[in-house]
């Protein structure tokens, strides 16, 4: 009896000197593991928007003018600074309050769309928000709206003339009214000294609708480099008493000559 109690005793001092290195190793290796390093998580963009999209629904086109004004807040720790508004259509002519917005600061633009030179129908527009906070951002905001049936109609929207060559040149547009008592055009202008805008005929589409010509002229010496006009027509409707056409002159590129200093 005595002897099975000493094998037993032998037993278990034997599996408790089998466990010892391995208790060691792992103290050992518990006391110079190296703690692995937290990476902090990216930071949120600060640029927050009030609406990320404005739907307008369906606009009637007595209205001149479609406009929504979009509003945000820098809910960031560090200033932001709006670099770019890229819209998707040159028409919107995003209209910016600020560029740069300190932590809790609010700011807006405005986004305005003319309805003469847009079609009937669904229109979806959106503007890409370019800033840094300090890193660089990117933010996109849509517009919505739906056209009813036009009322007026211009034609080209806009008018572009490259005047590389000296030369004076002439383009038209075409004012169609729709409606059952048509507008008369009193006058047309220009906001630019060397584009001259003149009335021509009167006339009526083949649906019966009045059609109002109007011819642009612009100088043959035009300032170099790309130069924005605006041309102004003038009508007795008080609803649309002045409509604005845009035009782009392309002016001689200057071609810079370096001084080569003597010695």
Known sequence: MEAKKTFGWKRKLLVLMALVPLGLAV????????????????????????????????????????????????GGK??????????????????????VLQPSERGDFLLQVSTISE?????????TIKYTDPQPREAVVHFKFIL???????????LIFYQLNGEPATQQFVVTDYRDQPMNVKKVSSTSKFVNA???STDVDELGNRRTHVSVTVAGKVPPGKTRVHVIVETDDPQFDKMIIPLWVEGPVVKQIKKVKQK
């Open 119 to 127: 079609a009937p129908g669904k229109h979806d527009y959106f503007v």
């Open 148 to 158: 009813s049936k036009k009322q007026i109609d211009i034609q080209p929207q806009a």
């Open 27 to 74: 103290a050992a290796n518990w006391v110079n593991a190296t703690p692995s390093p937290i990476h902090s998580q990216q930071t949120s963009p600060a640029l927050i928007f009030q609406q990320y999209l404005v739907n307008l629904g369906p606009i009637p086109s007595s209205k001149k003018y479609v406009s929504t004004r979009f509003i945000f807040k820098n």
């Open 78 to 99: 560090h200033p932001v600074t709006i670099t770019e508004l890229k819209p998707s259509c040159g028409c919107l002519q995003p209209r910016l309050s600020k560029k």
């Open 198 to 200: 003149s009335l021509q």
